[in-house]
Protein backbone atom coordinates (compact mmCIF):
# COMPACT_ATOMS: atom_id res chain seq x y z
CA UNK A 1 0.00 0.00 0.00
CA UNK A 2 1.52 3.17 -1.09
CA UNK A 3 2.38 5.49 1.77
CA UNK A 4 2.32 2.25 4.43
CA UNK A 5 5.57 2.13 6.78
CA UNK A 6 6.69 -0.17 9.90
CA UNK A 7 4.97 2.09 12.03
CA UNK A 8 1.76 2.64 9.80
CA UNK A 9 -0.69 0.17 11.47
CA UNK A 10 0.46 0.50 14.82
CA UNK A 11 -0.04 4.37 15.04
CA UNK A 12 -3.56 3.66 13.16
CA UNK A 13 -5.09 1.39 15.91
CA UNK A 14 -3.74 2.07 18.82
CA UNK A 15 -6.20 4.06 20.08
CA UNK A 16 -8.81 1.21 19.37
CA UNK A 17 -6.63 -1.97 20.16
CA UNK A 18 -7.19 -3.08 23.37
CA UNK A 19 -10.84 -2.31 22.42
CA UNK A 20 -11.32 -4.44 19.77
CA UNK A 21 -8.73 -6.84 20.13
CA UNK A 22 -8.15 -7.51 24.08
CA UNK A 23 -9.84 -10.63 23.49
CA UNK A 24 -8.64 -12.46 19.69
CA UNK A 25 -6.75 -15.10 21.71
CA UNK A 26 -6.35 -17.12 24.68
CA UNK A 27 -4.25 -14.73 26.92
CA UNK A 28 -3.91 -16.87 29.53
CA UNK A 29 -2.85 -20.01 27.84
CA UNK A 30 -0.07 -17.77 25.64
CA UNK A 31 1.25 -16.51 28.63
CA UNK A 32 1.73 -19.82 30.45
CA UNK A 33 3.38 -21.47 27.25
CA UNK A 34 5.24 -18.72 26.47
CA UNK A 35 6.89 -18.91 30.25
CA UNK A 36 7.08 -22.68 30.08
CA UNK A 37 9.25 -22.54 26.73
CA UNK A 38 11.48 -19.36 28.01
CA UNK A 39 12.67 -22.31 30.95
CA UNK A 40 13.42 -19.26 33.33
CA UNK A 41 14.90 -17.03 30.42
CA UNK A 42 14.34 -13.39 28.80
CA UNK A 43 11.57 -13.52 26.21
CA UNK A 44 11.24 -10.50 23.61
CA UNK A 45 8.21 -9.95 21.93
CA UNK A 46 8.64 -8.65 18.48
CA UNK A 47 5.43 -6.50 17.53
CA UNK A 48 4.25 -6.63 21.06
CA UNK A 49 2.10 -3.66 20.53
CA UNK A 50 0.15 -2.51 23.69
CA UNK A 51 1.46 -5.37 26.15
CA UNK A 52 -1.57 -7.76 26.09
CA UNK A 53 0.81 -10.31 26.05
CA UNK A 54 4.12 -9.20 27.56
CA UNK A 55 2.27 -7.04 30.84
CA UNK A 56 0.70 -10.52 32.05
CA UNK A 57 4.33 -12.00 31.42
CA UNK A 58 6.02 -9.72 33.43
CA UNK A 59 3.81 -10.10 36.11
CA UNK A 60 4.14 -13.73 36.17
CA UNK A 61 7.78 -13.09 36.83
CA UNK A 62 8.80 -12.71 33.08
CA UNK A 63 11.96 -10.40 32.34
CA UNK A 64 10.24 -9.31 28.81
CA UNK A 65 11.36 -6.85 26.27
CA UNK A 66 8.92 -5.40 24.13
CA UNK A 67 9.70 -3.96 20.59
CA UNK A 68 7.60 -1.96 18.65
CA UNK A 69 7.52 0.24 15.45
CA UNK A 70 4.90 2.48 16.49
CA UNK A 71 5.60 5.23 19.44
CA UNK A 72 1.56 5.27 20.21
CA UNK A 73 1.41 1.25 20.85
CA UNK A 74 4.70 1.41 23.41
CA UNK A 75 3.12 4.61 24.88
CA UNK A 76 0.10 2.84 25.49
CA UNK A 77 1.55 -0.05 26.98
CA UNK A 78 3.97 1.91 29.38
CA UNK A 79 0.85 4.01 30.23
CA UNK A 80 -0.16 0.45 31.76
CA UNK A 81 0.16 -0.59 35.00
CA UNK A 82 3.35 -3.51 35.84
CA UNK A 83 4.57 -1.89 32.30
CA UNK A 84 7.96 -0.54 34.58
CA UNK A 85 8.51 -4.32 34.59
CA UNK A 86 8.42 -4.60 30.29
CA UNK A 87 11.88 -3.27 28.59
CA UNK A 88 10.76 -1.34 25.84
CA UNK A 89 12.07 -0.75 22.68
CA UNK A 90 10.74 0.94 19.21
CA UNK A 91 12.46 -0.33 16.40
CA UNK A 92 11.50 -2.38 13.06
CA UNK A 93 11.11 -5.59 13.92
CA UNK A 94 13.12 -7.27 10.42
CA UNK A 95 16.14 -5.10 12.07
CA UNK A 96 15.63 -4.90 16.36
CA UNK A 97 17.80 -2.80 17.66
CA UNK A 98 19.03 -5.73 19.93
CA UNK A 99 22.88 -7.01 19.55
CA UNK A 100 23.16 -10.47 18.46
CA UNK A 101 23.22 -13.13 21.04
CA UNK A 102 21.25 -11.56 23.58
CA UNK A 103 19.99 -14.76 24.84
CA UNK A 104 16.32 -14.90 24.68
CA UNK A 105 15.34 -18.14 25.82
CA UNK A 106 12.10 -17.20 23.54
CA UNK A 107 11.26 -14.67 20.63
CA UNK A 108 8.00 -14.29 19.91
CA UNK A 109 5.79 -13.19 17.08
CA UNK A 110 2.26 -13.33 17.89
CA UNK A 111 -1.16 -12.28 16.45
CA UNK A 112 0.07 -12.08 12.85
CA UNK A 113 2.73 -9.42 13.44
CA UNK A 114 4.94 -11.40 11.37
CA UNK A 115 2.34 -11.09 8.09
CA UNK A 116 2.86 -7.27 8.96
CA UNK A 117 5.57 -7.34 6.97
CA UNK A 118 5.48 -6.49 3.38
CA UNK A 119 7.59 -9.09 1.88
CA UNK A 120 9.04 -13.03 1.92
CA UNK A 121 12.28 -10.71 2.25
CA UNK A 122 11.33 -8.86 5.08
CA UNK A 123 9.73 -11.87 6.85
CA UNK A 124 13.28 -13.49 6.14
CA UNK A 125 15.28 -10.98 7.86
CA UNK A 126 12.73 -10.81 11.17
CA UNK A 127 13.45 -14.98 11.21
CA UNK A 128 17.34 -14.72 10.86
CA UNK A 129 17.81 -11.75 12.97
CA UNK A 130 15.33 -13.85 15.93
CA UNK A 131 17.41 -17.18 15.66
CA UNK A 132 20.55 -14.78 16.25
CA UNK A 133 19.34 -13.53 19.21
CA UNK A 134 18.08 -16.93 20.72
CA UNK A 135 19.79 -18.63 23.64
CA UNK A 136 20.96 -22.56 23.26
CA UNK A 137 17.95 -24.38 23.58
CA UNK A 138 15.65 -20.60 22.58
CA UNK A 139 12.62 -20.64 21.10
CA UNK A 140 11.35 -18.81 18.17
CA UNK A 141 7.20 -18.79 18.41
CA UNK A 142 5.30 -17.79 15.47
CA UNK A 143 1.56 -17.20 15.66
CA UNK A 144 -0.71 -16.74 12.55
CA UNK A 145 -3.74 -17.16 10.53
CA UNK A 146 -3.43 -19.24 7.62
CA UNK A 147 -5.23 -19.49 4.57
CA UNK A 148 -8.02 -22.33 3.80
CA UNK A 149 -10.44 -24.12 6.68
CA UNK A 150 -13.93 -23.91 7.03
CA UNK A 151 -16.23 -20.54 7.43
CA UNK A 152 -17.08 -20.16 10.66
CA UNK A 153 -20.16 -21.84 10.96
CA UNK A 154 -22.36 -19.59 12.99
CA UNK A 155 -21.27 -16.47 10.77
CA UNK A 156 -20.69 -18.03 7.29
CA UNK A 157 -17.42 -15.51 7.78
CA UNK A 158 -14.37 -15.86 6.28
CA UNK A 159 -12.40 -18.07 9.01
CA UNK A 160 -8.94 -17.07 7.97
CA UNK A 161 -6.83 -14.28 5.30
CA UNK A 162 -7.67 -17.25 2.24
CA UNK A 163 -11.33 -17.39 2.49
CA UNK A 164 -11.43 -12.80 2.54
CA UNK A 165 -13.57 -12.65 -0.85
CA UNK A 166 -10.86 -10.29 -3.35
CA UNK A 167 -12.77 -6.91 -2.95
CA UNK A 168 -15.47 -6.42 -0.10
CA UNK A 169 -16.91 -3.83 2.33
CA UNK A 170 -18.51 -5.59 5.90
CA UNK A 171 -20.09 -3.89 8.69
CA UNK A 172 -17.58 -3.94 11.91
CA UNK A 173 -19.49 -1.55 14.19
CA UNK A 174 -22.88 -0.04 13.87
CA UNK A 175 -23.54 2.15 16.46
CA UNK A 176 -25.85 5.34 17.16
CA UNK A 177 -23.46 7.58 16.36
CA UNK A 178 -20.68 5.42 15.15
CA UNK A 179 -19.88 3.54 12.17
CA UNK A 180 -16.99 1.44 11.18
CA UNK A 181 -16.75 -0.05 7.52
CA UNK A 182 -14.05 -2.62 6.90
CA UNK A 183 -13.10 -2.68 3.66
CA UNK A 184 -10.23 -4.84 1.95
CA UNK A 185 -8.29 -5.88 -1.75
CA UNK A 186 -7.20 -9.37 -1.71
CA UNK A 187 -4.53 -10.72 -3.63
CA UNK A 188 -4.89 -14.54 -3.62
CA UNK A 189 -1.64 -14.54 -6.04
CA UNK A 190 0.60 -12.19 -4.40
CA UNK A 191 -0.74 -13.85 -0.78
CA UNK A 192 -1.82 -9.61 0.19
CA UNK A 193 -4.79 -8.42 2.12
CA UNK A 194 -5.29 -4.56 2.13
CA UNK A 195 -7.60 -2.72 3.96
CA UNK A 196 -9.02 -0.24 5.45
CA UNK A 197 -10.92 0.35 8.72
CA UNK A 198 -13.14 3.22 8.26
CA UNK A 199 -14.08 4.80 11.51
CA UNK A 200 -17.21 7.40 11.31
CA UNK A 201 -18.53 9.65 13.72
CA UNK A 202 -19.87 12.96 13.73
CA UNK A 203 -16.27 14.55 14.18
CA UNK A 204 -15.14 13.27 10.85
CA UNK A 205 -13.74 10.10 9.04
CA UNK A 206 -10.30 8.39 10.91
CA UNK A 207 -8.65 5.98 8.21
CA UNK A 208 -6.73 2.74 9.91
CA UNK A 209 -4.99 1.28 7.20
CA UNK A 210 -3.55 -2.29 7.50
CA UNK A 211 -2.04 -5.38 5.20
CA UNK A 212 -1.26 -8.60 5.37
CA UNK A 213 1.32 -10.83 3.76
CA UNK A 214 -0.15 -13.97 4.54
CA UNK A 215 1.84 -17.60 4.23
CA UNK A 216 0.62 -21.01 4.58
CA UNK A 217 2.53 -23.39 7.04
CA UNK A 218 5.37 -24.80 4.44
CA UNK A 219 5.91 -21.85 3.31
CA UNK A 220 6.35 -20.46 6.89
CA UNK A 221 8.58 -24.18 7.28
CA UNK A 222 10.52 -23.09 4.34
CA UNK A 223 11.42 -19.48 5.26
CA UNK A 224 12.38 -20.67 8.68
CA UNK A 225 14.84 -23.60 7.66
CA UNK A 226 16.36 -20.32 5.13
CA UNK A 227 16.94 -18.64 8.56
CA UNK A 228 18.40 -21.66 10.41
CA UNK A 229 15.79 -23.00 12.44
CA UNK A 230 13.77 -26.02 12.35
CA UNK A 231 10.17 -26.68 13.19
CA UNK A 232 9.89 -28.10 17.18
CA UNK A 233 5.58 -28.39 17.01
CA UNK A 234 3.11 -26.70 15.64
CA UNK A 235 -0.60 -26.33 17.68
CA UNK A 236 -3.50 -25.07 16.40
CA UNK A 237 -4.31 -23.14 19.65
CA UNK A 238 -2.61 -21.65 22.62
CA UNK A 239 -3.86 -25.19 24.22
CA UNK A 240 -2.16 -27.52 22.39
CA UNK A 241 -4.45 -28.40 20.27
CA UNK A 242 -3.32 -30.48 17.52
CA UNK A 243 -2.78 -28.90 14.14
CA UNK A 244 -4.48 -29.71 11.08
CA UNK A 245 -2.93 -28.97 7.73
CA UNK A 246 -5.95 -29.08 6.10
CA UNK A 247 -8.44 -27.65 8.43
CA UNK A 248 -6.52 -25.37 10.71
CA UNK A 249 -7.24 -21.58 10.49
CA UNK A 250 -4.94 -20.71 13.25
CA UNK A 251 -1.34 -21.94 14.38
CA UNK A 252 1.19 -21.77 16.62
CA UNK A 253 4.71 -22.46 15.40
CA UNK A 254 7.50 -23.34 17.32
CA UNK A 255 10.88 -23.56 15.68
CA UNK A 256 14.43 -24.10 17.42
CA UNK A 257 18.33 -23.45 15.89
CA UNK A 258 19.14 -25.88 13.49
CA UNK A 259 22.50 -27.46 14.68
C1 LIG B 1 -1.64 -7.18 15.24
S1 LIG B 1 -0.67 -6.22 16.32
C2 LIG B 1 -0.21 -7.44 17.52
C3 LIG B 1 0.16 -6.85 18.86
C4 LIG B 1 0.47 -7.87 19.95
N1 LIG B 1 1.47 -8.80 19.51
C5 LIG B 1 -0.77 -8.65 20.35
O1 LIG B 1 -0.79 -9.88 20.19
O2 LIG B 1 -1.72 -8.04 20.83
C6 LIG B 1 0.82 -6.02 15.39
C7 LIG B 1 1.84 -5.11 16.05
O3 LIG B 1 3.05 -5.15 15.28
C8 LIG B 1 3.56 -3.84 15.15
N2 LIG B 1 4.34 -3.79 13.91
C9 LIG B 1 3.90 -3.84 12.63
N3 LIG B 1 4.94 -3.82 11.78
C10 LIG B 1 6.06 -3.76 12.54
C11 LIG B 1 7.45 -3.74 12.26
N4 LIG B 1 7.90 -3.76 10.99
N5 LIG B 1 8.32 -3.72 13.28
C12 LIG B 1 7.88 -3.68 14.58
N6 LIG B 1 6.58 -3.69 14.91
C13 LIG B 1 5.68 -3.74 13.91
C14 LIG B 1 2.33 -2.94 15.14
O4 LIG B 1 2.66 -1.62 15.50
C15 LIG B 1 1.43 -3.66 16.13
O5 LIG B 1 1.65 -3.18 17.43
Known amino acids: MEGYHPESYGEAFADVYDEWYSEVTDTVACVATV ?7 PVLELGAGTGRLVIPLAAAGVDVWALDASRTMLAALAAKPGS ?8 DMARPPVRPGAGFGVVLCAFNALFNLPDVGEQRLCLEAAAGLLAPGGRLVVETSLPGGAPD ?3 GRPASPGDFETDAVDVRA ?3 DRVVLSAWQHRPANQEIRGQMIDITAAGIRLRPWQLHYRTAPQLDATARDAG ?7 SDW ?18 LRR
Do not use: K, N
Open 153 to 155: PDT
Open 35 to 41: ARLAGGG
Open 229 to 235: LVLLERW
Open 239 to 256: QGARFDPVLSTEQIAVYG
Open 84 to 91: TRVRLLLG
Open 174 to 176: LEE
